[in-house]
């Protein structure tokens, strides 16, 4: 019986983590370590005058489905090929959030012989990073609602305009709304409010834009709070909130080191969610990496048309990063799932759905170009993949002029990605492109958000409703409308349509309201219905997670 993720990582003899430290080339000594296998990196290693010296791939992925496309294990598996072949090579990922992990995913860590590792720490709790974040965002709540109630120093703040909800690391639909301040006058004024996951925090997607402490301040005091009775705009700052915000976050800020299966140098910081945040690690995170290795593999969550396109749009124009090269992981089963295969299915030859369902990864092709980045689609092997449907995935793609390479890394860790990493050390330093964003930050909050929807969903047209046309109204007379965009959407579909699998066409996107996170920096269209507060599913990971005496973990996936 083959062994599971979790008994695989329990299996490796971990090297400490000053040994990675030095690997990588920081000074003995001067990592902050959290007991023998973790650390985080302090501030003052990161080296400007290195990043653009070195080479940063993006792993993507085709729309998610629910076979799975495994764009984490990819990732960690691409980074210890590229060591492999001599490349000093360091894997950057988001943290695990605790709902996912005791919900449906049940671990967010990679799988097989592509693992960050310790694999247990990782997905439960780390180094306290979510923790902090969920502090400091609560801290901002209560001092919203402790304005509110107060008489002496009230900013005249109307509850009615406030959408700052509370947050925890949890999946519990229950909370999504809630009244607040019930129990007579000392316990607050009663308001309708409720929590996110903190994974949907501004403050996480703050923490993962940020470039260092001052920035950090900066843009937690521009969070935008509400209006005042008379109309006049509150941001945290006005609360006097950002400093003490900061301070929760001191040492969230700093990037965490762990390792691989194989001792590749592993980078894990920050996690907003791709849906209706960035959806990528900590720029800070990112600049670690490149301070100190040839090349920097990442990952950004969901499909192309979500995390990958806001990591080009708002993060690389943020930090001013410029990636080499785009890896776009697809797997055989996914690709049938698309073509209207039913998912019970999925191990079992069906080229009719294949041929149906790879336009959806053609779509995602020509997504990459559009932002004028060579990419090279790796194909996630799995053991029912039939040699006839390989080929036809690799023919497919380079008749669009594009190269694809069998990644069999959850078997085979970094052996499985050798000619892959051969592909990706070619595309990257023959690669004639120039990264170019899709569009002008100064144009119309309109017209940034429907190129994106017309030329990376494929959409024929956007519509508004009547309360999304008063929040543009509203951004106008904030003076945010420079801002870029973060498009909220479901990550099932092209479109904002969960049910339209493959590559919908013909389809209107429908803009339903958008929000405001001036500190994150960005707008937020939200189209379709998105949950910022999952619920578990009927057999929830949490049931088959358990500890042992001697304090081994078990049962994550």
Known sequence: MAKTNIEIAQSTKLKPIEEIALQLGLPEGEIEL??????????????????????LILVSAISPTPAGEGKTTVSIGLAQGLNRLGKKTTVVLREPSLGPVFGMKGGATGGGYSQVLPMEDINLHFNGDFAAVEKAHNLLAALIDNNIQSKKRSLNLDPRTVTWRRVMDMNDRSLRNIIVGLGGTASGIPRETGFDITAA???????????????????????????????????????KANGAMAALLKDAIKPNLVQTIEGTPAIIHGGPFANIAQ??????????????????????GFGFDLGAEKFFDIKCRYAGLYPSAVVLVATIRALKYHGGADLKNLREPNQEALAKG?????????????????????????????EEEIRFVADYCSAKGVQAEVADVYAKGGEGALALARRVILTAEKCPGEFTPLYDWNWSVEKKIETIARKVYGAEAVDYTPKAKIHLR???DLGLQNLPVCIAKTQKSLSDNPELLGRPKDFVVTVREIEIAAGAGFLIPITGEIMRMPGLPDEPAAEHIDIDENGHIIGLF
């Not at 959290?34 to 080479?55: C, M, S, V, W």
């Not at 925090?201 to 900066?218: F, P, Q, R, W």
């Open 358 to 386: 790879i336009e959806n990864l053609g779509k995602h092709i020509e997504n990459i170009k559009l932002f004028n980045i060579c990419p090279v689609v790796a194909i996630n092997r799995f053991e029912s993949d039939t």
């Open 474 to 476: 509203k951004i106008l």
């Open 201 to 239: 925090s501004e403050v996480m997607a703050i923490l993962c834009l940020a470039e260092n402490i001052s920035d950090l301040k900066t843009r937690m005091g521009n969070i935008f709070i509400g209006f005042t009775f008379d109309k006049k705009p509150i941001y945290a700052r006005d609360l």
């Open 279 to 300: 959806g990528t690690n900590s720029v800070i995170a990112t600049k670690m990496g490149l301070s100190w290795s040839e090349y920097v593999v990442t990952e950004a």
């Open 34 to 55: 959290y007991g023998r296998y973790k650390a985080k990196i302090p501030l003052h290693f990161l080296r400007p005058e290195k990043i653009d010296q070195n080479r």
